[in-house]
């Protein structure tokens, strides 16, 4: 009943006026008479090749609203007056730029005067912190990807590949592109990164946002993409880290090549007319190794298998090339493209694409005989259109609709998603010619064991298919006017509805479609045949959205047997809901300037919680909770107060200060999961599950506060100083539920709920210093101190198991670096200067640190069970096996720099621009330990074989020294057994050079 209600009161707001995330700036400034001081009434204000405009008033005040980013030409002409032209004005996504004139009178009819405008280094009508990364800036800087650009900004961390925001969890950061999410809902991560060519702006805001922004905690990332020119424009830029076969292992300038080459393709201008404008992006990347890897080579020969499951030893040998990752390939292509339409109501419309095919072997240096791959196939999609109706020249209102889609396949190189066929001896021996056989017609050979390590023998599939499916429909819209000259007066609501499918299927289940009588047990024949309780069980069969065998459904799907037995069920696609409504006053002023607004979001999860999570109601013929156990989960209404505060001193220097709550959904693989593995770990239970369930979770709550100060300290240089402190509460975190002492499970499980919580605190400085004798700086630098109860939700699971009590005092979190920062200098020769050698060609390097990440020395347990391969890291998988040696976050992984070069030279033909460079990352070949074994402490040793107390046994049952040279080649040298089973690195990238050229027109 309350669902309905607040449905129905979205769609009546729907039906009035909608929001989206800001993507547009403003123009405004005063016109005066050069000699006499007087303001102008009824100059004309125009941008260039455009009908967008504005005349003063009688206090010769103009405003232009609704700017996209960009780089403009600004035009004032009044009659008496030379027209003064503008030229590089650079608008910015939800800032003011001030653009003031001293128009001069004209003594010759048809006078002209010709500004450039310098690039602003002091934003002062912003109200809180703001990095900002502009289409400039991405041409000269040597990295690439939109993760790596923002690693660069102040308050952002990326570690393992996970971006932190002021001490923010992975996952509590928004992304948006021209104003819409491209947030993944399951993983509250972002799904779609822009080709940088298309980028027009990148805009961070980490100390907090406008109410027109939600759905993220930590920052916001937005990213405006390019519009069309009004004259035919475009590039092709191609670009190869070394030559010859990467897999040979041999360097070329004392440096691997890894295989990668990319190709960008740009194309911009008018269609047909100059109301039509469009740009094109292309972009195609191959990355035979996407791993990047300090890896050593080996070779072992003659090797024999003692795999005691095994009738036949074989004898192989192990060989690995030097610095390159096999069976790591990663090819990508994407699509980027604008279209502007300049009609009495405007249309922008855009779209984004992006298609990847990428390896998934589970530990390369133990499948080096395996030819038969795994991979994720995955496309990813956002479609966007918006509408402008211009009512006056400080009145619009912009609709918006979106439409995004994601799906994510992991396949098999022999057979594609074809997972009927992966274990069919049959179908394995036609395509390898006979070459590989099965032991019967359902089931492989045994793999090696080779001094008890796995090896994957040719032909080993993946025993598992997956298929995702994500979309959603976005309808947006807001209305903005410029009251007076001091009001700039925003509202709206936003709404965006998704469905969500999941399968993956243990393919091994095929062995019941045997003709009866061949095994030990009971087999059926054909699928159909097959009850559909044990195809669940014996298949692991995770499902939403569809049936037990793949097929999307809209429904409910129950089985049951010939007598109405029930033998389970499969829900229908989840469809969660978000929506939003704001209203938002930006209040300017010359001394003075708040933002002012408040924020109502609307989360419905389409989740469900246990009526009775002590004593849930099963379905004993299923074995599964059953269908009466669950009840809808309540959606959520949350209002969010937001206020930001400028106050510019003089016209170099203003402080500020930021308040606001903010809201967002936990990650929804929290709590989406399929009906049998809640039945296996709450119905059926027997097993340790390090990735328990969950559901009923509530958002996650911000507090929020920065104050900062600005400062314009010379013509060409700029500071700022932030002070930051926020408060998260409701984060997710493992609790032991307790049963009652009737209920019909056997016995107490674990689940996520909300609970945990985390303070950051912190200051961030920014230094912009202006290009003045050919070099333009930035420097960048965070001091961060995060702390909470746990790191992550899985933190307190060992603590659990031991019916310890739960973390209550607040230590370091894993993520939160002390120190980290960036500098940025650009050393460039303009046009005609410097000579023919230098004329026209730069410099641009980046360094980067960071004081390395807390971490907690452990003791592990003595005896136990241990695996010959992940003897060394089980205890890091399983924390039942550690113990802290010290209080938590006590200790510090090393400090890291990396260095990064590009140099360019540009030849002119012509109308045609050729560009030779060279991009080198990580330039002095430094590697950077980013994470360390726990028990040492230290990247090169794990503390096994170095300890005999726990590796003299498993060394003498398992070959000896020729264990022991295995082990050291393959965990220590290369820290396999790590990177596979944490999912982690031990070292950061090594030095990669690429050669490049680019051609403009």
């Known amino acids: 009943m309350m669902r309905s209600t607040w449905i129905c009161l979205l769609v009546f707001l729907l039906s009035v006026t909608f929001l989206f995330a800001g993507s547009v700036g403003k123009i405004s400034g005063i016109v005066v008479d050069q000699k006499t001081e007087e303001p102008l009434a009824g100059v004309n204000i125009l941008i260039d090749g455009t009908t967008i405009g504005a005349a003063t008033d009688a206090t010769g005040y103009y405003a232009i609203l609704n700017i996209p980013a960009g780089s403009y030409t600004i035009r004032a002409s009044y009659i008496g007056y030379k027209v003064t032209i503008v030229q590089g004005v650079r608008v910015s996504m939800d800032l003011t730029t001030e653009l003031n004139f001293e128009l001069e009178r004209e003594i010759l009819k048809g006078e002209s005067v010709l500004v450039t405008a310098k690039r602003s280094l002091f934003e002062k009508n912003a109200t809180s912190s703001i990095s900002i990364t502009t289409s400039e800036d991405l041409e000269n800087i040597p990295i690439r990807g939109t993760q790596n650009v923002i690693s660069t900004m102040a308050g952002v961390i990326v570690q393992d590949g996970n971006v932190h925001i002021r001490g923010g969890r992975d996952g509590e950061v928004g992304y948006f592109v021209n104003g819409v999410s491209t947030m993944n809902p399951v993983t509250n991560r972002n799904a779609l990164t822009p080709i940088q060519e298309a980028i027009e702006e990148i805009q961070v805001l980490a100390g907090g946002y406008s109410a027109d922004i939600g759905g993220a905690n930590a920052g916001v990332v937005k990213t405006e993409l390019k519009t069309g020119g009004f004259a035919l424009s475009g590039s092709f830029d191609f670009r190869a880290d070394g030559f010859g076969d990467p897999s040979d292992g041999k360097k070329f300038l004392d440096t691997y090549t890894y295989g990668h080459n990319l190709l960008v393709g740009t194309v911009s201008g008018p269609l047909l007319s100059e109301k039509a404008r469009f740009f094109l992006a292309g972009e195609y990347n191959n990355q035979d190794d996407s791993e990047l890897r300090f890896s050593k080579g080996y070779n072992f020969k003659d090797l024999v298998d003692t795999n005691p499951e095994n009738s036949v030893h074989d004898t192989i040998s192990l060989i690995y090339p030097d610095g390159f990752t096999p069976n790591r390939a990663n090819n990508f292509y994407k699509i980027n493209g604008t279209l502007t339409l300049d009609l009495p109501i405007r249309l922008n419309i855009s779209g984004l694409f992006t298609g990847s095919k990428y390896d998934r072997f589970k530990a390369p240096m133990l499948n080096t005989i395996n030819d038969r791959a795994q991979y994720y196939e995955a496309s990813t999609m956002l479609l966007t259109a918006k509408a402008t109706k211009v009512f006056s020249s400080n009145t619009y209102l912009n609709i918006k609709g979106s439409y995004y889609h994601y799906q994510r396949e992991l396949g098999d190189s022999w057979f594609g998603n074809d997972w009927e066929k992966y274990y069919d001896s049959t179908a394995v021996a036609d395509y390898t010619n006979g070459d590989v056989l099965y032991r019967n017609a359902w089931r492989p050979q045994y793999d090696y064991r080779i001094n008890g390590f796995p090896v994957e023998r040719r032909g080993t599939p993946l025993n598992l298919y997956r298929d995702e499916n994500q979309e959603y429909i976005g309808l947006a819209a807001d209305f903005t006017t410029q009251y007076g000259k001091n009001h700039l007066i925003q509202t709206g609501v936003d709404f965006r509805g998704y469905t969500i499918r999941y399968f993956d299927i243990a393919p091994s289940v095929m062995i019941y479609t045997a003709p009866n009588g061949q095994y030990s047990f009971t087999t059926y024949g054909t699928i159909d045949a097959v009850p559909a309780d044990i195809w669940m069980l014996n298949g692991g069969v995770d499902a939403y959205g569809f049936d037990i065998y793949g097929n999307e459904t809209d429904d409910i799907v129950r089985y049951k047997d010939e007598n109405g037995k029930s033998l389970g069920y499969v829900d229908a696609p989840k469809k969660p809901m978000q929506a939003s409504a704001y209203l938002m006053d930006k209040i300017e002023y010359d001394d003075l300037v708040i933002n002012l607004g408040v924020r109502l979001d609307y989360f419905d999860s389409d989740d469900k919680e246990l009526k009775n999570p002590a004593d849930p109601e099963v379905d004993k013929d299923a074995s599964m909770l059953a269908e009466t156990a669950w009840k809808d989960k309540d959606p959520e209404v949350i209002i969010s107060p937001r206020i930001g505060l400028s106050f510019p001193v ?73 002070a930051f402190y926020k408060n998260i509460r409701g984060l997710v975190q493992i609790i032991n539920q307790r049963i009652d002492p009737t209920a019909a499970i056997p016995g107490n499980y674990e689940r996520f709920t909300n609970g945990d919580f985390a303070t950051t605190k912190g200051m961030e400085f920014r230094l912009t210093l202006r290009r003045m004798n050919r070099l333009a700086t930035q420097v960048n630098y965070t001091l961060t101190k995060a702390e909470g109860t746990q790191s992550n939700s899985h933190s307190a699971q060992g603590a659990l198991y031991f019916n310890a009590q739960m973390p209550t005092t607040i230590n370091p979190l894993d993520y939160s670096a002390t120190h980290t920062g960036s500098i940025n200098l650009d050393y460039r020769f303009g046009k005609n200067d410097g000579g023919a050698l230098l004329s026209q060609s730069g410099l641009n390097l980046l360094f980067k640190f960071s004081s390395g990440h807390p971490y907690t020395h452990v003791n592990v347990n003595i005896g136990g069970q241990t695996d010959p391969y992940t003897a060394g890291i089980d205890y890091m998988q399983d924390t039942r096996d550690r113990l802290a040696a010290e209080p938590i976050g006590s200790s510090t992984t090393p400090w890291t720099f990396y260095t990064d070069l590009r140099l360019d030279k540009t030849f002119e033909v012509m109308n045609v621009r050729l560009t030779a460079y060279v991009l080198v990352n990580n330039l002095f070949n430094r590697k950077n330990v980013v994470n360390v074994y726990e028990k040492t402490g230290s990247a090169e040793d794990d503390g096994f074989l170095s300890q005999p107390k726990y590796s003299a046994t498993t060394i003498a049952t398992n070959g000896g020294q020729e264990y022991s040279d295995l082990y050291n080649a393959i965990n220590l040298t290369n820290g396999q057994a790590y990177w596979d089973n944490i999912g982690r690195e031990l070292y950061g990238n090594p030095r990669q050079i690429f050669f490049g050229i680019k051609l403009s027109f």
């Open 650 to 722: 003089t016209d170099r220097t203003a402080f500020y200060m930021q308040y606001g709550k903010f809201v967002q959904m936990p990650s929804l693989n929290n709590v989406y999961f399929s009906n049998f593995t809640l039945a296996r770990q709450i119905v059926r239970q027997g097993y340790y599950f390090i990735n328990p369930v969950g559901f009923g979770l509530d958002p996650l709550k911000t507090t929020s506060y920065e104050v900062g100060f600005r400062q314009q300290i010379a013509e060409n240089a700029a500071f700022d100083v932030t």
